[in-house]
């Protein structure tokens, strides 16, 4: 190759320095290119939320300021009335009792259930994944599915209420359980699953180093396994809350509501004010509330969180 007298030195070689160098964009200017070109495949994702999450979220508000049948195109202002009533409406209040008793009975029950089941497959060898899989069966399948199998399990007349002489779905003190009971045996596999998992990425050194301190199997649980997934723990606790207070194809499917209200949960009331008794602006109030109470628990617990990763 012949190199131009203006690149060359005294003694007959090539200026180096002056040799042109092929342009590399720097590391700022990769990290920009990635992050636009990560922009524009989120771009479509992001616009289909915005039409159907946050365009419908925003009409929800506006409308639970205004007295709307829910069919109408016509929505009178009325201010924080809808709000207002909210709180002296008995199957408002009734509702919200019922969402925060079935909170306390999912926090508790399908909890236990799924820690205890995840533990008891975590010491088996054999047939893991088979019982896994029987304990995930239920959650895959329809709701609507699984509440007409129990509905005709539990009837008065054909089922297990016949046998004994009891109607669970019917009487008023026992519907609610009845309903909560037919929903865990859907929930509880799912739990089971998640926590599985969580508890085979425990590190067995520590399984290992208490068993040479003298822990049996009951203390290496509490000591290592639910210190080791607590961040799992925490999480699942604070997704039963927010799915608690969202609550409504099973209660819908096996009672409506019923009876007299003793099964009512918030979205059931919200449900039936929009459809059935056409308030379309009271309903909104009622939608807007059940999101603010999971805004509200979403909230705390992602102070409390930051605030343990603070102290660590």
């Known amino acids: 190759m012949t190199i131009p007298e203006s690149t060359a030195v005294a003694g007959g070689g ?39 999450v946050l365009v419908p979220s925003a009409f929800s508000v506006w409308y639970s ?12 202002f009325i201010g924080l009335e809808n709000y207002r009533n909210l709180f002296r409406d008995p199957e408002f209040v009734q509702g919200l009792e019922h969402n925060v008793l079935w909170t306390v009975f999912f926090l508790i029950v399908p909890m236990a259930m799924g820690l205890f ?10 047939f893991r994944l088979l019982f896994r899989t029987l304990y995930f069966i239920p959650y ?3 709701s609507v599915v699984n509440a007409s199998i129990w509905r005709s399990i539990l009837d008065p007349q054909n089922g297990l ?4 002489h009891i109607n669970p779905l019917g009487d008023q003190h026992l519907a609610l359980w009845s309903v909560e009971f ?18 085979q990425g425990v590190n067995p050194s520590l399984y290992e180093a208490a068993t040479m301190d003298g822990a049996g199997a009951t203390r290496q649980f509490f000591a290592v396994t639910l210190p080791a997934i607590r961040p799992t ?18 209660v819908y499917i096996l ?58």
């Open 14 to 52: 090539p200026d180096v320095s002056r040799i042109p160098v092929p342009h590399r964009p720097g590391v700022l200017a990769r990290l920009r290119d990635r992050k636009v070109s990560g922009w524009l495949f989120l771009l479509p994702l992001i616009a289909f939320n915005l039409f159907v």
């Open 65 to 76: 300021f205004t007295d709307w049948t829910g069919i109408s195109s016509k929505a009178k």
């Open 117 to 126: 089941g995840a533990y008891a497959l975590s010491r088996i060898r054999r």
């Open 140 to 142: 895959i399948v329809a």
């Open 161 to 164: 209420g016949n046998l004994l």
């Open 182 to 199: 037919v929903n865990n045996w859907a929930w509880w596999g799912f739990l089971v699953v998640v926590f599985l998992a969580a508890m």
């Open 233 to 250: 723990f925490a999480f699942l606790g604070l997704m039963t809350i927010i799915w608690s207070f969202l609550a409504f194809d099973y």
């Open 255 to 312: 009672t409506q509501g019923g009876p007299a209200g003793s099964t009512d949960l918030l979205s059931t009331v919200a449900y039936r004010n929009a459809f059935s008794n056409l308030q379309g602006g009271y309903a909104s109030a009622t939608g807007i509330v059940m999101a603010l109470i999971s805004g509200v628990v979403v909230t705390v617990y992602l102070v409390i969180r930051k605030t343990r990763e603070w102290e660590t």
